[in-house]
Each structure stands twice: as structure tokens, then as C-alpha cells.
């Protein structure tokens, strides 16, 4: 079948968009689809082939494409859940920085598989000057990430010099995070910290053990190389075989809470991918999603001033915790 030509035209809202950004959203496919196709010499803005994946465009602009090329992209997208961006509670909107209520199940960023629903395609669609803010064109304003099953307080830096002093701050480990976290068995200390060092595993999940002082014979299978890592957490309130927590965490590793929990022997509830087996898993097949909520987030203004955002635990995850005992 002969590729046929599909035509855009850049809207004045549009201006000074990146090319792969701008494609991705009228195509509705994955930015890395774009680019791929943009480094196959599929894609032509005024006639010319187009060589950089991130050149800026501007009002009037002419993007073509090959539409066959197109369909086979979109055939390739895996089926996913709806969902309604009007759950996305706005906190906070300045000219520097918008600060939301991520709810569970939406993806910050798209994945290989193609996701239509994340949180990225929403903020270019609301605000199509976010799409030059950053370091990378698929994760465009985002200095930091919620895991999709979790929930909670989250900030986008909606200009470059926003993104930069947030993203110092989170460096510097200034920023000052805490989750609202249930997890089984009784944890019984009432104040606690895990610094186990946390690395990639085998299999792809991200692993942790309790740090080893002295190396033996013995020993020598547990020592694991990662990346510093440390959670502190409190008890809020404790349950026959749960503990509910307020966590803190004083850097920022991927699956961190959840990956430290497991490791801390005290998964958290609703946890499909890192979970013990002898845990009773209808609890968690009951909730349906993570029970990890990001209750509180502050930072530092570009003024100086330090300001700080919550949000309480969503209805499911309230309604969860009153049917314990």
C-alpha cells in the first residue's frame, strides 16, 4: 500500500513547540515513535526534511507525514484504562510552577507501549509552552515522579529556570517529601529508619538489603553495590496485621518506599510487584491499587520562600483503613 501524506499546520498557540512534541500530540502516538520516524526522514516541515527531533516551530509552520507510517504506529498501542483528567486536582498555579493531586493510575510520562493517558499529554495539552521546559522532550516540566498505582502531592516547573531551582533542590535533598503508607504485619518500632543501598536487579526490579560492616566468606553473597538510599518512617496507627506510617524519604530512588519496605520485611499494602507471598494478598486484591499517598511536598520558591502543599488520603484509601481492626 502506498504511504499517503498527512499535513499539520501550527496553530499560534502552538509556537515555538519542539517537532516531536507537537507529533506526538496531534498523532497520538509515543515522542520516541516520532523521533523515530523524524530519523527515518519521514517527516517534513516546509518541504524540508526535518534532521533534529527538537527544533523549535512556529506559527504557520507546514508538518507532514507519512499517514501510513502512522496507522502502523497507532496499531501497535496496547488497550489501557480510561482516565478522566478532571480527577487531576489542581493545588496550586503560578507563573513558575503548578502543584497537583496526582490521582492513583495515571502514568506521569509514556512508556514504549504507547499510553494515550498520562500525565505529561495532559499538561502539554493544557499548557503547550511546558513542552520546551526540561531536559528531555518525553518528560517535559517534570522534576520528579509518583509511581502510577500511588497517589498524591506533586510539582511541574512550568518554565527552565523554575525546573533548574527545583531540580538543585531536589539534589541537594532540600525538598522535603512524606507519604501516607499502609503496610502489613504490626511494625513495632515506633520511629525507625532503612538505609539500605538500593540497586537494579537481574530481572529488572529495583532490590535492597541491610548494609554489610564487615566482609567474610560468610557474608560475602549479601553484599550488594546500589545507590545510597534512606527512608524514616513513624508509626501513625496500628492494626491487627497492618501498621499505617507516615513516611519520609531523604532521597529520591526509584520504587524507593516500596523497594525498602519489602526489604524492611513490611511490604506495602496493595503492592504487585514487590511483595511477599505469605502476605494475605485479599486485602490487597480488595483495594485494587497502591496504598502510598504523597501527603505533603514543600520547596523553595524562586523567591526564596519556602512554601508547602497537602493533600489527604483519597476516599478509597480512607474507606480501606475503616474496615481494618
Known sequence: MDNQKKQYTVLESQNNARL????????????????????????????????KTGVALQTGDKVVVEEQLIKENKEKKTE???????????LEETEDYLVINKPAGLLVHQTEALEKYTLTNWLCKR??????????SLR???????????????????????FLHLKKQFQERSIKKEYT????????????QIDFEIARGKEGKMVSRPKTNELSLKNIAKVQ????????????????????LNVKIHSGRTHQIRVHMLAY????????????????????????????HASSLCFTTLAGKEVCFSASLPDDLQQHISQLV
Not at 520516541?32 to 526534511?49: E, M, P, W
Not at 489501557?80 to 489542581?90: F, G, L, P
Not at 503508607?181 to 525507625?192: A, D, K, M, S
Not at 511490604?267 to 485479599?282: A, E, I, S, W
Open 225 to 244: 553495590k546500589g545507590k545510597d538510599a534512606l527512608t524514616e518512617f513513624s508509626v501513625e496507627k496500628t492494626f491487627s496485621r497492618f501498621t499505617l
Open 80 to 90: 489501557e484504562t480510561y482516565v478522566d483528567y478532571n480527577t487531576i486536582n489542581i
Open 140 to 162: 517535559p516540566g517534570i522534576v520528579h515522579r509518583l509511581d502510577k498505582p500511588a497517589s498524591g502531592v506533586m510539582v511541574i516547573a512550568k518554565n527552565q529556570q523554575m
Open 265 to 292: 520485611n513490611h511490604p506495602v499494602v496493595g503492592d504487585t510487584l514487590y511483595y511477599n507471598k505469605r502476605n494475605n494478598k485479599k486485602h490487597d486484591i480488595d483495594l485494587g491499587r497502591l496504598f502510598l
Open 181 to 192: 503508607v499502609l503496610v502489613h504485619g504490626v511494625v513495632e518500632q515506633e520511629y525507625g
Open 20 to 51: 516531536d512534541v507537537f507529533l506526538a500530540l496531534q498523532l497520538d502516538i509515543t515522542r520516541s515513535k516520532v523521533q523515530k520516524l523524524i530519523k527515518l526522514a519521514f517527516v517534513k516541515v516546509n518541504n524540508v526534511t526535518a534532521k
Open 127 to 136: 499548557n503547550p509552552g511546558i513542552t520546551s521546559v526540561g531536559e528531555d
